[in-house]
């Protein structure tokens, strides 16, 4: 949780401290992330497991971003 926080987030844990301030100088004020979990049958996503090669996550990675 703590990279989570300070390494994707605006807030940092000053040293010896348990609680979190806010960073000013924190990257996501100026740009955003997009997580994708990939390929199909890895971490939290669901789906068909079919024959997974380089060809197919490429293309339903394409795919994917195309509709967002």
């Avoid at 996501?28 to 997009?34: D, I, R, S, Y």
């Avoid at 049958?41 to 997974?52: M, S, Y």
Wanted: hydrophobic share 40%; glycine share 8%; proline share 6%.
């Amino acid at each position: 949780m703590l990279a989570l926080f300070q390494e994707h987030g605006p807030v940092v844990f000053p040293d010896g401290q348990d609680k979190a301030v806010a960073n000013p100088h924190s990257w996501n004020t100026k740009a955003n992330v997009l997580y994708i979990e990939s390929p199909l049958g890895v971490g939290f996503n669901i789906g068909k497991l079919d024959t997974i090669s380089d060809q197919t996550v490429t293309d339903h990675n394409i795919n994917f971003l195309l509709g967002w």
